[in-house]
């Protein structure tokens, strides 16, 4: 027993493996209840069984077993791993379990099975019952035959794959053991009830008994379609329906369902395919050929044995299709013609589609063979071609049987007939479209008026099925001419027809007829056995040619024949239907006269022929009044015309009577039902006058009437003769100009373009100019409709004049055929236009057939091709050459080219590449001469030529692939991607040949509509693509993928991953979801099919046309994103793209439609992920010498999601007048689509490097001017270029800027200097030094002047990487050998030098003798020219005086070029434009120098600081002192607020301290500002960059420097640290900082707190304090969704680094995230959660719970638990919708987490969790407890930092240190910051000294509060004017300045007025500091400045003034000395003011 106790406490998972049978019993018994028990299917405790399962179904002990399989099956039906245990579990029950004597443990076993198929795992348990069956136990046999039995009858054949379960049949009838042969007999009656017939092939040779107790079970079988009744996982919405469907008990809709859950099985498919060509007898090829007919007979007989096999392999049967040929068409014994028939029917039945590349060779020589009388040879002859047409389309033996069917033997003709009749049975209406029913139609009816009643009846026979399979719709128009007889008979042949597809085909042709055609069912009809049922919905059938019908004539049963008539005409131009119409029978004089007399006045008949024209002119008048009076029924047209033509008829002279005469022809016409013959009568006459003067408009009105009335295309014709047949030139140019215009109103449809291109061609030689020309622009018009074939016709005109027709094209070329406006309404409602439409595609190909082909069959003889065979290279070359000039003399060819392709195809093999290529370029020709036609060669010729793109040589493959695209223009793609050819190709592993073939699909597949259903077969090699060895092929299979799948669907895809490696499965599957994102949507049908969507119609029709537009153009546009949308958004644009009446149709409506929408579209983090993608090296980063194909392609593939389609189409054209139209389109899109356009910025910018490459200069005239418009926008939208953006476009815009051209370089050059508003001028220089290194001299010298004048507008700080280095490689190019190239470097010298001084030598290094003295020349005569005199410059540089914005440095050009871009300058300045008004800065006062200078602004950046100031204070002689600037002056160029910013900015990061400081200082001063605080907006993330980085170079460089002044350095951190509090006070500026850069921020001020070098500082402690507290303020004012995120990564990246950084660091970020969890009740609101909960999925990724546990401090698990708590608490339930952004949650700990918080929270609501936070939360805040003193002083302290009400607290502070003298305020100060601190002492002092009115100005010696002012009334003191300066030392001129600054607000200027406050820029610009620093303090004198500054401002009565001299005693000097000075001063003052105004 003790055993028993010890087993009793195990866990179960431990018991189920335990040795002790009871124990695994009872552990099995408890796994059943926790299985039941566990709800979740990813709980991990079902991992924890992964490896048992296998043991619970094997278990050794019966007993056990049986719980265990119970246990087992709970398991597979529950667990979401249980998948993974399939196969081990399968074959586990099968082994251990089928043979178990209980017939309990069978029944589970094979639950389990079927569990394991619902749960997907199928085709694995499959494999292991299948193992089962050849298992040595007969029992076991049994039960997997039964499981296969249930299995197939709950999921059906659709789930259970049968071919593997036939093939094992047979062996299982064979077996001994009589239970295995009745279950076998089961199985098969199963397997008989899915798939029926099928299954009577692979069982045919079993035991006869067999197969005869078989028939018998088979027969009882009931004939319902079965149903499945158990469903996969994946199938629940199926089941739903179904379960649906049996209470509603539907039969009708469940029938089709039906029909669609069981897949028709044909036997084909299951049957093994038997090699046969090997099996041939050796001497076969001999003896066919021998003498002797026995001997061919016994050859034959051998075929004819093998090819009874059902199924055969395929391989290359061309040689024996090739003899099989020859016996039927040349021998002379029909017995054999006979035999070789059948065998060629076996062959074609058990090759199916693959016989498909022999079918063409073999047609005509059979329908030849029909000669032949004897009947068993006839029908050998016919089940031969039937067995052939099943292997190809109709389509491809078309042109051979047309070629037959006028053939003058009738048995032939007869035989053709009945043998098309067949094959139309076998179409669909889909397949059987207009472009083929016509050709046939035509030929047929000449069968059916042929003498011979044989031939006549096979052609009604044909005509009645071609009606029967089409629809009368589709057949009438072509049986117009046909009288009712023989209509009638077509008709009964038709009722008789039985279609091939069944049912369903005859019974929607029935619905077709009987029923008047709706909109719904003519969706839906016809649709029938069409396997491309989803194509029918968009594109349905038969309705292609179905015109609306006008007036309710739908076709009633009655009456079939002529409401078909009516309506089929009108869409047609052709001479249709309504002939009684259309012509009449002439009537003669008399009846005429009757019939006018009757509706005309009598006085108007009489004076018809008056000799004088008066009363002729009222004839006239009366005439048109009755007719316009007339209805339509009962104008007698005809007879009215007459009346008209009546002498003097068309001979009239005068034109007034005319005029109206033509005019009444144009009622006429309109009014009546004119006919024909009326229009015969009178166009003769209206040719005649179309050249008239002055009724010529009139005749064209009438002759445009009578078109509209009779169709353009008979009346073109008839005008079109007449005019050349007479010899009036005027006539006829204007004819053809009529026409012209005529088919841009009419539209192009059937009009017969061959007609039309002889008279053309006879005008094209008149003498006559003008005829001519209108013949040249009758031709453009007809290019419009027709396209380049157009071309061909005239190619052997002269020279001179083809170059005119090829201008008119060139015109004419991109621009869309007008929408037909007239000929519409006439004949057919709203529908013509459909028809129209349809035409439009076929002019193009018809245009093509009516070309005059050459037959080159003849030329191509044996010795040619024998040849083409030779041994000899050199020979095989002469043959090539030979068929290169037979094609191109013959230019078009017809499509018999004997045995041209055999020989061609053996040449793609050769082993001399140069034959090889040379033979692709004949296949290039080949597929130009033939057209179309070429696609009966796709099989034989086109293949062979894609086995070339596995070439080893690239310019092989790249003339192959020229080759495939060739062909593929002429064929379409449909003919390539039939049959099992392409995926046979794909299946090599040639990775060449696979990345080509790959590429190519990947090009083609996204254009077309719809594909054959064999590219499935493709996708098992695409995946092995996927997993190819080279990393090229499997880069685009990727590619590739997308587009397969929007043809196959994602379901289609994934289920062929089934039968893949379960590792290679995942990674596919992965794929697979990554593509079904990019999948792109099918291109929408062309507008014609919008038309045929089911409802679509009616509801269009009264669609204004702009919500048309609006429709499909949002439509197109929204598909990319959204796969799932665009399919029934796509649907829905389509039924919207009907028009009604009041929309004119368009024929290519799609195209315009489409550019309504944006041009670009934006995708949410798009841009970001791209970059990740190049940063992962997911695509190739954009970086090349020159632009390789697989760039454009990508950059192609990331556009399609975000640019419009067509615009993408334009943008990658091969022509580039596309991309010009695309510029203009995106220049007119700029500024409506800012948002698009930067969503896009790194796409376009790539577009436009790869336009850089272009040769043609317009295009790149057009970029550049799209760059400047461009980057002026960014810059107004205050837009940084990304990293990424600028190295993938900067270094190629620079290889511009050495273009030849003058002007693209000047265009360059501005667009350089605009970029420098977006990108840091520092980043630009080092691009730009890049350039210098290129080998064009020219771009040498370029970017060295550019880098010239980036030095002057920004100092030296833009050097990179440090000035030292920048000059010596500038310097290099002094020694250069171009001469342009010296002179910019020696120049771009002196500008640095002029900015720099002196120590421009000691940075350039050693330079050799000769290029020093260059140098030294070129300074000395740089000097010659004053700088220091700005007026001059000032003068000498007109151009500069305008406000240019800072980086446009305009030096260097001259006036005239400067216009344009100074007025785009202004242009987009707009606001900051103060141009001429501003005033210049103080520190730059050189007043006499102002009063000389009438008004203009001194822009001279050189210029030294040198200010004069001794004549203002005279007492003292101070000696100039020579100072140079820190860095160039900002004042000396007015420059717009953003760029100041952007330069103040870049300074704070400067690795100069004192520059750094006074950049800090002068944000600070712009902070502090309410007014003016709103200018940093924009500017946060780029000031925070700069100062981490500025503390990163504190922390790496300044700290370690032992030279450096300590004391410094704490004055650079309290600069820092004050401008950033400031900047953290204001809330709406702090939310501007983004997460990366408060990570960084963070991670900056953290590691300052912990640097222990600073806490050794004298200051240092007061330096952490103040962190301290930005760090809160950063915590509170920024975006708190920013922040915690960035605290979150900073964590995880602290855990992470551990090693590196102190466990101290990861403890403040965790207080800090305690701090926010604090914060949390009040902001979380405001937290966008989905993003905080991502960055926690994150964290919990890298850290798992695991790893933190193993972590020393148990903190980090502590503060997530904490903060998710919080988040639970606050947020409740909800929060787990927030989990949006995590891709796979089910693998994220964090949703499982928060189910366990849910939950705990809901048994106890929420205590502890607060408890909690706070106890986490409290310890940051300890030190604040502390420091808490009585609340009255916060409460003053809190106001004083106010801005509001500083002043009040800085009194009531005063009187409580009055009060309470021993008040301690120093705890509240030391936590401050030192401005703060000096702030309070100086308002205290302040305060006492006003109040106990002392009137002294105490000198200020002690650092601390380094500046002491007293307030003084403005009158009565003022500062000295002399300083007593003992020591002699120079005094910095900024010391007078500063008091300069002071008497100027004394002297009336106060900046606090309005109008004369200095603009921002003046504020924020940089003031010259001496470099000499004063022994006081220069920094806290600057700040004081500052602070003084500001109060003057806030407070005008407090006037403090404050002196500052060098640590020397100032004193005061008597009043009036100093007043004298000051009126002096003022009255200067006074007049540069009014001069300035």
């Given at each position: ?1230 500024e409506s689509e800012k948002d698009g356009v930067i969503n896009c910025l790194d796409l376009i910018l790539k577009w436009l490097t790869l336009r850089f490459f272009d040769t043609n200069t317009s295009v790149l005239m057009k970029t550049l001017e799209y760059l400047k418009l461009l980057f002026s926008l960014l810059s107004q939208e205050e837009y940084h270029l990304t990293e990424n953006e600028a190295s993938s476009f900067i270094p190629y815009l620079i290889l511009k800027v050495g273009e030849p051209k003058d002007v693209i370089r000047k265009d360059v050059r501005a667009i350089l200097n605009r970029m420098c508003l977006i990108y840091p001028a520092s980043k630009m220089f080092t691009f730009i030094m890049e350039g210098t290194k290129s080998k064009n001299s020219k771009q040498r010298a370029e970017c060295l002047e550019e880098l010239g004048c980036l030095v002057e507008s920004y100092g030296m700080n833009v050097c990179q990487p440090t000035p030292g280095k920048a000059l010596k490689e500038m310097a290099t190019h002094i020694g250069d050998r171009d001469n342009t190239v010296r002179n910019a470097a020696l120049n771009t010298i002196v500008t640095v030098y002029n900015v720099h001084g002196d120590q421009v030598f000691k940075l350039i290094g050693n330079l050799s003798e000769k290029d020093m003295s260059m140098l030294e020349e070129r300074i000395k005569r740089s000097a010659k020219r004053p700088s220091a005199a700005p007026v ?606």
């Open positions: 027993m003790g055993d028993d106790n010890e087993w009793m406490k195990l866990p179960i998972d431990q018991k189920c493996e335990h040795k002790l049978w009871k124990a695994r019993l009872n552990g099995y018994e408890e796994a059943l209840k926790l299985f039941q028990k566990i709800d979740d299917e990813k709980s991990p405790e079902w991992s924890k069984y992964l490896g048992l399962i296998k043991k619970f179904v094997t278990d050794s002990n019966a007993v056990a077993q049986l719980k265990g399989l119970e246990a087992a099956l709970a398991y597979v039906e529950n667990a979401h791993v249980a998948g993974k245990t399939t196969g081990e579990v399968a074959s586990g029950v099968v082994n251990k379990v089928f043979n178990q004597p209980k017939a309990r443990a069978k029944e589970l076993g094979l639950d389990i099975c079927l569990m394991y198929i619902e749960i997907e795992k199928g085709e694995a348990v499959q494999e292991e019952l299948l193992k089962g069956l050849d298992n040595k136990n007969p029992k076991i046999i049994v039960a997997c035959i039964e499981t296969l039995r249930k299995a197939l009858s709950e999921f059906g054949s659709k789930i259970i794959s049968l071919k593997p379960i036939i093939k094992v049949l047979p062996k299982l009838f064979e077996s001994r053991e009589k239970a295995v042969r009745d279950e076998a007999k089961l199985l098969a009656v199963e397997i008989y009830r899915w798939i029926r017939d099928a299954l009577r092939p692979p069982l045919q040779n079993i035991n006869s008994v067999q197969l005869k107790e078989l028939e018998e079970e088979w027969v009882k079988v009931s004939s319902a379609p079965p149903k499945q009744t158990r469903f996969l996982r994946s199938q629940q919405e199926l089941k739903a329906k179904f379960e649906q469907q049996a209470v509603e008990g539907d039969g009708d809709g469940g029938g089709d369902d039906e029909e669609e859950a069981v897949p028709q099985v044909d036997a084909y498919e299951l049957l093994e395919a038997v090699e046969i060509l090997s099996k041939l007898p050796k001497d076969f090829y001999e003896k066919i050929e021998a003498k002797k007919w026995q001997e061919r007979k016994e050859a034959l007989e051998a075929v004819e044995l093998l090819v009874k096999n059902p199924k055969l392999e395929s391989g290359d049967y061309a040689d024996l299709v090739k003899a099989l040929k020859k016996v039927v068409g040349k021998d002379t014994n029909v017995m054999l013609v006979a035999l070789a028939a059948k065998c060629l029917a076996g062959l074609a039945t058990g090759l199916r589609k693959k016989f498909g590349q022999y079918a063409g060779h073999v047609v005509p020589t059979i329908l030849e063979k029909f000669k032949e009388k004897k009947p068993q040879v006839v029908q050998a002859l016919q089940e031969a071609i039937d067995a052939i047409f099943l292997t190809t389309t109709l389509q491809n033996v078309s042109e051979d049987v047309l070629a037959v069917m006028d053939n003058k033997n009738p048995t032939i003709k007869q035989q053709t007939s009945l043998f098309i009749a067949r094959s139309f049975r076998h179409c669909t209406p889909s397949t059987l479209p207009k472009s083929l029913l016509k050709p046939f139609c035509a030929a047929l009816l000449k069968h059916i008026n042929d003498s011979a009643p044989e031939v006549r009846d096979a052609g009604f026979e044909a005509l009645g099925t071609a009606l029967k399979v089409a629809g009368e719709k589709a057949v009438n128009p072509f049986l117009a001419d046909v009288d009712k007889l023989k209509l009638d008979r077509i008709k009964e042949c038709a009722e008789k027809v039985e279609l091939v597809y069944g049912k369903k085909t005859g019974g929607a042709a029935e619905k077709k007829e009987g029923k008047p055609l709706t909109g719904k069912t003519s969706a839906l009809s016809g649709t029938g056995g069409d396997k491309e049922t989803k194509d029918a919905a968009i594109k349905p059938g038969p309705l292609k040619k179905a015109p609306v019908v006008k007036s309710g004539g739908l076709p009633k049963k009655g009456k079939p024949a002529a409401a078909a008539g009516t309506g089929g005409a009108g869409a047609k131009g052709k001479k249709g239907p309504e002939t009684k119409e259309i012509f009449e029978s002439e009537l003669s004089v008399e009846i005429c006269e009757e019939k006018a007399a009757a509706v005309l006045p009598a006085s108007c008949i009489q004076q018809l022929d008056s000799g004088n024209w008066k009363e002729r002119l009222a004839c006239m008048e009366e005439f048109q009044k009755a007719v316009e009076l007339m209805e339509r029924s009962e104008m007698p047209c005809q007879a009215l015309v007459r009346m008209l033509a009546k002498k003097p008829g068309w001979k009239e002279t005068n034109f007034q009577v005319m005029q109206m005469k033509l005019h009444i022809v144009a009622l006429i016409a309109q009014k009546g039902n004119f006919s024909k013959t009326s229009a015969q009568v009178v166009l003769d006459g209206l040719v005649d006058k179309v050249g008239d003067v002055k009724c010529g408009s009139n005749a064209k009105e009438a002759m445009t009437a009578i078109a509209e009335a009779c169709q353009l295309p008979w009346t073109a014709e008839q005008v079109v003769a007449m005019a050349f047949s007479q010899k009036n030139p005027k006539n006829q140019s204007e004819t053809l100009n009529w026409l012209s215009n005529a088919i841009k109103e009419f539209g192009f449809s059937g009009l017969n373009v061959k007609a039309f291109i002889s008279n053309v061609k006879t005008a094209l030689a008149a003498t006559n100019p003008a005829v001519r020309t209108s013949a040249i622009t009758l031709l453009g018009v007809m290019y419009l409709y027709v396209g380049p074939p157009l071309r061909m016709f005239f190619e052997d005109e002269k020279p001179a004049l083809l170059s005119q027709i090829d201008a008119e094209f060139e015109k004419m070329q991109g621009q869309m055929a007008p929408a037909p406006t007239r000929g519409i309404s006439v004949h057919s409602g709203g529908g013509g236009d459909d028809g129209e439409e349809e035409e439009q595609e076929e002019i193009g190909k018809d245009v093509v057939d009516l070309l005059p082909r050459t037959d080159i069959g003849d030329k191509i003889t044996a010795d040619l091709v024998s040849k083409i065979g030779d041994k000899n290279w050199k020979i095989r070359k002469e043959g090539l050459d030979e068929v290169t000039s037979i094609i191109n003399d013959a230019k078009f060819i017809e499509p018999n080219i004997g045995e041209l392709p055999a020989a061609l195809k053996s040449r793609l093999n050769d082993s001399n590449k140069i034959l090889v290529q040379q033979t692709l370029s004949i296949l290039q020709q080949l597929a130009t001469a033939m057209g179309p036609n070429i696609k009966q060669h796709v099989k034989s010729l086109g293949m062979p030529v894609i086995t070339v793109l596995g070439d080893s040589k690239n310019n092989v493959r790249a003339a192959a692939l020229a080759t495939v695209n060739s062909w593929a223009e002429q064929t379409g793609m449909k003919e390539w991607l039939e049959g099992e050819d392409l995926s046979e190709e794909l299946k090599k592993e040639n990775p060449f040949l696979r990345q080509e073939l790959l590429g190519w699909l990947a090009e083609k597949l996204p254009t077309l509509r719809s594909v054959p259903s064999d590219l499935l077969l493709c996708v098992p090699h695409l995946y092995s693509c996927l997993e190819d060895r080279n990393g090229d092929v499997r880069k685009k299979a990727q590619d590739a993928l997308p587009f397969f799948m929007m043809h196959l669907g994602f379901e289609k895809m994934a289920k062929a991953t089934s039968k893949l490696k379960p590792t290679s499965k995942d990674q596919v599957l992965a794929m697979l979801e990554k593509a079904k994102v990019n999948m792109p949507a099918k291109p929408a049908p062309p507008a014609k099919a919008s038309s045929r969507v089911a409802g679509g119609a009616a509801l269009a029709k009264f669609q204004p046309a702009s919500a048309l537009a609006e429709n499909s153009g949002s439509n197109t546009m929204e598909s990319k994103p959204d796969p799932k949308k665009a399919k029934t958004g796509g649907a829905a644009s389509k039924a919207k793209g009907v028009q009604g009446k009041k929309v004119l149709s368009k024929p290519h409506l799609k195209e315009d439609d489409d550019k309504s929408g944006p041009i670009f579209i934006i995708i949410p983090n798009g841009k970001e992920q791209r970059m990740k993608d190049e940063k992962g090296l997911k695509v190739l980063k954009w970086n090349f010498a020159t632009p390789r194909d697989e760039y454009t392609e990508q950059l192609k593939t990331q556009m399609s999601s975000c640019v419009a389609k067509w615009l993408q189409d334009e943008m990658f054209h091969a022509d580039f007048q596309h991309h010009n139209k695309a510029l203009a389109v995106m220049i007119e899109h700029l001059r410059q000032a003068e000498e540089k007109p151009q500069r005086t305008q406000n240019i914005s800072t980086t446009t440095s305009m030096l260097r050009k001259g006036p005239a070029e400067d216009m344009s871009s100074k007025l785009n300058q202004n242009r987009n300045m707009g606001s900051h434009s103060e141009t001429t008004h501003t005033v210049p800065r103080e520190f730059q006062l050189d007043l006499d120098e102002i009063e000389n200078d009438n008004g203009t602004v001194r822009c001279e950046m050189p210029a030294l600081v040198q200010h004069k100031l001794d004549d203002i204070f005279e007492p003292v002689l101070i000696p100039e002192p020579k100072i140079r600037a820190v860095s160039p002056h900002f004042d000396d160029m007015r420059s717009n607020t953003a760029s100041t910013i952007n330069f103040v900015i870049s300074q704070v990061a400067s690795g100069d301290i004192n520059t750094s400081i006074q950049a800090l200082a002068q944000i600070d001063e712009v902070l502090r500002q309410e007014d003016k605080a709103e200018a940093m907006s924009g500017h946060i993330d780029q000031f925070l960059i700069a100062t981490f980085m500025q503390l990163r170079l504190i922390y790496n460089t300044h700290m370690a420097d032992e030279k450096l002044d300590k004391d410094e350095i704490v004055k650079l951190y309290s600069c820092i640290i004050g401008s950033m509090i400031s900047l953290f006070q204001i809330e709406s500026l702090a939310q501007e900082a983004s997460t990366g850069v408060l990570k960084d921020l963070m991670h900056g001020l953290i590691t300052l707190m912990l640097d222990s070098r600073v806490e050794d500082l004298e200051e240092g402690e007061q330096v952490i304090r103040s962190v301290n507290l930005l760090v809160v303020k950063v915590l509170e004012k920024s975006d708190q969704t920013n922040i915690l995120s960035a605290l979150l990564v900073l964590l995880q990246d602290s855990l992470l680094a551990t090693a590196s950084q102190s466990p101290k660091f990861s403890e403040l970020v965790m207080k800090c995230l305690w701090r926010m969890v604090r914060l949390l009740p009040e902001t979380i609101n405001s937290i966008n959660l989905d993003r905080i909960l991502l960055d926690i999925h994150i964290f919990m990724k890298v850290f798992p719970k695991e790893k933190l546990k193993q972590s020393k401090s148990e903190l980090p698990i502590r503060t997530l638990k904490t903060l998710l708590h919080t988040l639970c608490r606050l947020k409740g339930p909800k929060i787990l919708d927030h989990l949006t952004m995590i891709d796979n949650k089910n693998e994220s700990e964090l949703e499982a987490h928060l189910c366990r918080v849910m939950k705990h929270s809901m048994d106890q609501t929420g205590s502890k969790a607060d408890k909690d936070t706070e106890k986490g939360a409290s310890r940051i805040e300890e030190k604040a407890a502390k420091a808490k003193v009585n609340d009255i002083l916060a409460e003053i302290f809190k106001k004083i930092g106010s801005k509001e009400n500083t002043k009040e607290g800085l009194a009531e502070l005063y009187e409580y240190k009055k009060k309470y003298s021993d008040a301690d305020i120093e705890p509240f100060l030391k936590n401050s910051s030192q401005f703060f601190q000096s702030y309070v002492e100086r308002g205290l002092r302040l305060i006492e000294t006003e109040r106990e009115g002392k009137g002294r100005i105490t000198a200020s010696t002690g650092i601390s509060p380094p500046m002491e002012g007293t307030c003084v009334p403005a009158s009565t003191y003022t500062v000295s004017s002399s300083i007593g300066n003992t020591n002699g030392e120079e005094v910095g001129p900024s010391v007078y300045l500063e008091r300069l600054k002071i008497l100027r607000q004394r002297c009336g200027l106060d900046n606090a007025k309005q109008e004369d406050r200095p603009p921002l820029t003046s504020l924020l610009s940089k003031p010259a500091l001496p470099t000499v620093a004063s022994s006081t303090d220069m920094l806290h004198s600057k700040l004081s400045q500052l602070r003084e500054s500001r109060e003057q401002y806030q407070h005008l009565d407090l006037d403090s003034n404050q002196t500052h001299s060098s640590g020397i005693g100032t004193s005061l000097a008597s009043h009036s000395s100093a007043a004298a000075n000051i009126d002096d001063l003022k009255k200067r003052l006074e007049r540069i003011k009014s001069s300035r105004k």
